[in-house]
């Protein structure tokens, strides 16, 4: 490997302010939720719980959720980083409510507090979704996730909202 393939490799492994900006996700959080099935239907609530953790030397977030949704247990896992290749976050879910992986990815926007990602998703039925998410970073306290979801032939509607406290 020459000398300046070696100090790009480096730049590249070396975490960025864009992590530093995803070490405030850290830690376990209440997490208050409400989701929506279709925009025309009524909001359903869950309380849970979500433990973060700083992974690969702040390189990843892993994020494990837990709630009660609908009267059945349910378990969530993902991971959200920075890509400093591809100059975009990156982040994946799993949970216990299907079996496809999601995978979002976004650019840096404007504001330093928020991190907007896109991606898509299939519902029970096949049909493919567009997701756009957003975290908001209020302060080292408090975050907010909103997921939105636009169904071919509808406009986009919010599908989801979780505001996380620190607990911990």
Same mark, same amino acid.
């Given at each position: ?22 070490? =405030? ?21 869950? =309380? ?34 920075? =890509? ?85």
């Amino acid at each position: 490997m020459n000398e300046e393939m070696q100090q790009a490799w480096m730049r590249s492994a070396t975490p960025n302010e864009h992590h530093a900006r995803l070490q =405030d996700l850290v830690g376990t959080w209440e997490a208050k939720s409400t989701f929506w099935m279709a925009p025309d239907q009524p909001p359903i609530q869950a =309380d849970g719980v979500s433990t973060n953790t700083s992974i690969l030397d702040g390189r990843w977030i892993s994020m494990d959720y837990a709630c009660d949704f609908m009267g059945m247990p349910f378990r969530g896992t993902g991971v959200i980083g920075y =890509d400093t290749l591809a100059g975009e976050y990156v982040g994946n879910w799993m949970d216990t409510m299907c079996t496809q992986m999601l995978v979002h990815r976004g650019s840096p926007g404007k504001s330093p507090t928020v991190i907007e990602m896109l991606g898509s998703s299939r519902d029970p039925m096949g049909v493919v979704a567009k997701s756009r998410n957003t975290t908001t970073i209020h302060s080292k306290n408090h975050h907010t996730y909103e997921m939105f979801k636009t169904i071919p032939g509808q406009p986009e509607f919010r599908a989801g909202v979780i505001e996380y406290r620190r607990k911990a």
